[in-house]
């Protein structure tokens, strides 16, 4: 199967990231927990040292971009991340935005408001569909199995 | 004209077409109607064998995204294509979705829903704009002449 | 900073956004005035010679996607952005789409129809969200600062 072929090539997949997370973080201030597992595809502009930060145990996936330049004031307003959120594929996370803990943004959500904790954000503009889930690593909603872990290859 | 010059590459763009389909019908058990034009930038995530199916003379368009990884049950849930369907450029089909015959996503549109025969939908999240419309090949709606061939170089 | 060695490359940047313009132009009939920015991740499909314009002191961001060709009628419709517009990241601008000027586009907004001068539009479909702006070049709100400038390296 093709997905244990693509399995063979996860410790590459995991230096490279640690490589751009520590790059990331030296060259233009953003920080990035550990924990966390950033797509390679993904896309970081922080405009200034402290504009974006991911907590831990949080996945961004593929062909993600956030972007906390704002052109309406001129300013830099800063992306703040919390822990066990998990950024779906294609989404967009505007300047100021904060997702608190716990947050699922949908593929291909366009998010420019906060978003509080325990919540399902979809949609362009991006709005919550579900309250008070319940996650546990990466997002995964509680009864997700281990099936998740190996589809997304954590 | 640029778009003459294009076409001179239409052998080579078919051959690649037909190659990458076979790839992703033996390594990844998707399978695709070889009268169906897949753009060589659509992605194709089946999860597991038997994940994504397209039915004939169905366009899949440049950059679209069809995900069948399903992370809040921890499971592959098939995407079904139509007959006859027309998938717009930078579009997404979420896990589950059943796309019935002779249907348009417009270009950008995420689609979360199973989308009825003979329908028009489009948006984030996408909904049905239209219905009951008259398609050809490739969702070409009636009407549509052979510039619509021409400009797609079909 | 990265931002400052990122500007080290604004003259290579400059001159190979000058030499698409020109082919952009000279191939594919799209017009687009000298004092336009265009992101070199931006994707121009007119379709056919005058299938899109472009106006003075408009900046494209990164990843847009104009396409002037509809499958609908089997027609180019052509694509008219105004002066002073700022189209924003990820977006898209759909075929017969009149922007006027002084239009901002937000990030990943769909555009199906035309928008009036001096409006803000967001979202999938896209709709205006604020009217009545006054913006400078590029499309700047007004009382945004140089930051802005430096920040998209113009």
């Known amino acids: 199967m093709a997905i244990a072929s ?12 640690g490589l751009r997370r520590r790059w990331l ?4 201030g953003i920080s990035i927990d550990p924990s966390a597992s950033i797509s390679l595809s ?10 974006i930060s991911v907590g831990a145990d949080t996945l961004v996936a593929f062909k993600t971009l956030l972007d906390a330049r704002d052109l309406a004031t001129g300013t830099v307003r800063p992306i703040r991340i919390g822990q066990r959120c998990f950024i779906g594929g294609g989404s967009m996370i ?7 803990d716990e947050v699922i943004v949908a593929a291909g959500a366009v998010v420019f408001h906060d978003v509080p ?3 399902i954000v979809a949609g362009n503009p991006a709005r ?3 309250s008070d889930i319940k996650v546990g690593r990466f997002g995964r909603l509680d009864g997700a ?3 998740t ?3 997304y290859k954590l």
Chains 1, 2, 3 share one sequence.
């Open 94 to 100: 505007m300047p100021g935005v904060t997702l608190a």
């Open 42 to 51: 993904s896309r970081f502009i922080g405009g200034q040292p402290g504009g």
């Open 117 to 119: 904790a325990r919540s």
């Open 149 to 151: 872990r190996r589809m």
């Open 25 to 28: 973080e030296w060259r233009m």
């Open 6 to 17: 693509l399995n063979q090539l996860r410790p590459l997949r995991l230096f490279l990231t």
């Open 145 to 147: 199995n281990e099936n």
């Open 128 to 130: 919550v569909v579900r």
